[in-house]
């Protein structure tokens, strides 16, 4: 996050580490203001920032204005109140503590297999859409190291929102599981929270906590009465500390609404949904 005491923490681990900035290249995994956002802060003008194009222009911030105005526009499409629009953004983390500025280092996209050499390791860049649509994981095949980003975590399940028109998250983001199952892999090292070692068996049980959550929507939508994401988001089960959906901050309930909305389009790929429009808001009704 680009917040005073996350830069203070950084810097001081790396200068624990003795890493110099001036002779350190970044690979930004994906766009969230939790893994690009200080990289205004850290690079260098010597440094090579390492990205994917689709991400690009969200961790560069060129972008910025253009790219909250639509998650705005979309999430009132589907139902997000119009009154709480604006609080909501102004309260999402990703708004707030995201690089907004100009690198003075060099960018570099990188491209799905693409091998990055550094010291004797070699780096393969794999490409998982779905937490976001560029987000890229790295693979060392000799070390049979993975480092999984957001794509793949332990405790806690990844965030996948809906937020662009004609996309599919969830089923990237079930393609891309099955993408990395068989990499050859000892250890993974995620994007956040602690290091574990059996990644298909973690891939499993996201797979299969995602069928949870597909059929708990399922009963939660009728066949003739049209609901609305946000609706649907209120009345389902979210391991929060709050009891009732009034309770929830609303960059929760931000969360939990685009969540809803990429599993919603999933089940309508399954056609075991379909959108119905009321009042000029995306519902969904069961088939």
Known sequence: MNRPECEEALKNALLKLDVDLSN?????THM???????????????????????????????????????????????GF??????????????????????????????????????????????????????????YEPNLKLFFSSDHVLKDITPNISAAYENENPLKQYLDSLDKVYNLNVKTVLPGHRRIFYNLQKRIDELKEHHKDRLNEILSLIDPKIPKSPYEI?????????????????????????????????????????????LNDTYCFLKT
């Open 81 to 138: 109140p119009i009154n709480a629009l604006s609080n909501a953004i102004q309260k999402h983390p990703g708004y707030k503590y995201a690089f907004k500025g100009k690198l003075s280092a060099k960018v570099k996209f990188v491209e799905d297999g693409e091998v990055l050499n550094y010291d004797g390791f070699a780096f393969q860049c794999i490409k998982t859409p779905g937490h976001t649509k560029g987000i890229v994981c790295l």
């Open 24 to 28: 350190t290249d970044f690979l930004i």
């Open 32 to 78: 969230h203001a939790d893994h690009s956002g200080l990289i205004g802060k850290l690079s260098t003008p010597q440094s090579t920032v390492y990205c994917t194009q689709e991400d690009a222009p969200y961790i560069l911030g060129t972008n910025w204005d253009e790219f909250w105005l639509q998650e705005a526009q979309y999430a009132k499409k589907y």
């Open 233 to 277: 988001a209120s009345k389902m089960h979210w391991d929060i500390k709050y009891k009732n959906w009034e309770d929830f901050p609303i960059a929760q309930k931000w969360f939990a609404h685009s969540e809803a909305i990429a599993h919603l389009l999933y089940l309508v790929e399954l056609h075991k949904a379909k959108i119905a429009t």
